[in-house]
């Protein structure tokens, strides 16, 4: 009988064997698991554009997928290594801000376990190498069907980092930039389902970037004009403020944590 999906995501890139070492990990407590890299490109120790890497790919699995995600550079320190478990699966890794994002788009309630249990580890733990001697074994019992609170005791909750929070009033909402993609569409933290309870309608005010737009949301880029510019529910299910075959991010001078604020019209 096959293990369930275990995913993996890293900045640990393809030269060194790291990677390899992970897989390795699993595999000799989960011979059949079927491992399957989401990416390890993610640029060095940036735990945010890991976050929403895996808040992008992770809905997509099958229920029961069982996440990894280490991008650590508080590795050796106190910050805990966890389990969140939610109804479609697991996601395990640092409590550093990486898991928060794709965890909290899962439906459901959530509970977060804290990885203490050392039998359920590699039997030597290095310091710099969590990846390997904890997250990798436990995604792998997770896969054999051990319980979660076998790893450790239940917390109250994860680390919400600023770029995964949205703030929510009356008549606005304020987000920040998380994506800039290859086509220079700025991608921000604001969802569909955030834009619906402060009941947006086709057009809105968006502020980016210096500048104060009055834009439709519309269903698709060429919706507008050449290098005109347009909000739009991109394929993740996240506000984007796009320039239809131009570079947003460059016509507004925005970039990654930049903050974004929407309002009613």
Do not use: W
């Amino acid at each position: 009988m096959a293990c369930a999906v275990i995913t993996l995501t890293t900045d640990f890139g393809s030269v060194d064997s790291y990677v390899a070492e992970m897989k390795a990990a699993i595999l000799g407590i989960c011979a059949n698991a079927t491992i399957i890299d989401v990416t390890h490109q993610i640029e060095k120790f940036n735990v945010r554009m890991a976050a929403y890497v895996l808040a992008c790919a992770a809905p997509y699995f099958p229920d029961g997928s069982i996440h990894v995600a280490v991008v650590d550079p508080g590795v050796g320190t106190k910050r805990m290594p966890i389990i969140v478990q939610t109804e479609k699966g697991f996601f395990v890794g640092p409590d550093n801000g990486v898991l928060t994002m794709a965890a909290s788009r899962a439906e459901g309630e959530r509970h977060v376990y804290e990885i203490t249990n050392k039998e359920l580890m590699l039997p030597n733990v290095s310091k710099t190498f969590h990846g390997r001697d904890i997250f990798a074994p436990t995604a792998a019992h997770l896969a054999k069907g051990t319980s979660p609170s076998r790893f450790g005791r239940e917390v109250g909750g994860m680390i919400s980092p600023g770029f995964a929070r949205v703030i929510k009033r009356k008549d606005s909402l304020e987000g920040q930039i998380v994506h800039v993609d290859d086509f220079g569409n700025i991608i921000t933290n604001v969802t569909e389902k955030d834009l619906e309870a402060l009941k947006i309608g086709n057009e809105a005010l968006v502020e980016v970037g210096g500048a104060t737009l009055l834009l439709r949301l519309e269903k698709a880029y060429s919706d507008v004009e050449k290098q005109q510019p347009l909000a739009i529910i991109g394929s993740h299910g996240f506000l984007e403020i796009s320039v239809n075959q131009g570079n947003a991010a460059r016509v507004f001078k925005a970039r990654v944590g930049t903050k974004v604020a929407v309002y009613l019209k």
